[in-house]
């Protein structure tokens, strides 16, 4: 087998067998696998986008970085960013933003509970339920007043979102969009 493919076939083969090792690891330890919204919840979530954004937009969570691409084209005078640890999805979202020429897009390596929240006007994820629960805890002590998350399927714990938006499909996907308030009440403080 290996003297039919040649030395740069198995290369090749080699390299594409580690970059998938390597993206199901990643999938493993960050508990969600770069799998970008469907078509249709992608449709409905750029639908529920606010018409202007004050501050930075975040993509928490960007995978190859098709979402994060829409963003900037619908946001040309903001700087988005777009989060994403694991390395091979990170990589191919880095160079679709450099052939694409998005100018205000930057693809940045990095965990995303680690990064500044504190200049975000937009912030876009599909991450799962654990996920957000950190988030949740994080927004409520660092992201600014006002500032918009618009989430594909997972909720922020027991914040109450502004609004949902059914995307209509087999399986009951749901467009969450909330709102950082000044001081939370009690029950969600
Ligand atoms: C389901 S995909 C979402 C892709 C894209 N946001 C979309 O909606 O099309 C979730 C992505 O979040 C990334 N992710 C999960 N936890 C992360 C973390 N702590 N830091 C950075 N990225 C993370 C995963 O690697 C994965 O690529």
């Known amino acids: 087998m290996a003297a039919d493919v040649g030395p740069g076939g198995l290369a090749v083969l080699t390299a594409a067998a580690l970059a998938v090792a390597l993206v199901v690891l990643y999938t493993v330890r ?3 696998p770069p799998w970008p919204s469907a078509p249709r919840a992608r449709r409905a979530l750029l ?3 606010p018409d202007r954004v004050e501050g930075e937009i975040l993509e928490l969570g960007s995978a190859w970085g098709g979402l994060a691409l829409d963003l900037a084209a619908r946001y040309p005078d903001r700087r988005v960013v777009a989060v994403e640890l694991s390395p091979i999805p990170w990589a191919v979202s880095r160079l679709r933003a450099l ?5 205000n897009l ?3 390596r990095a965990d995303l509970h680690r990064v500044d929240l504190s200049r975000a006007g937009l912030i876009v994820c599909y991450l799962h339920r654990d996920a957000m629960a950190r988030l949740a805890a994080r927004l409520r002590a660092e992201a ?3 500032c918009v998350v618009v989430s594909n399927t997972f909720g922020l714990g027991d914040w109450t979102p502004v609004a949902r938006h059914p995307v209509g499909d087999a399986f009951g996907t749901t ?3 909330y709102r950082v308030p000044e ?3 009690a029950t969600q403080a």
């Not at 052939?99 to 100018?103: D, L, T």
């Open 30 to 32: 960050l508990g969600a």
């Open 47 to 49: 639908a529920a986008l």
């Open 99 to 103: 052939a694409g020429r998005a100018g």
């Open 106 to 108: 930057e693809a940045r």
């Open 144 to 146: 600014p007043h006002g």
């Open 175 to 177: 467009i969450l969009v």
């Open 183 to 185: 001081s939370l009440p």
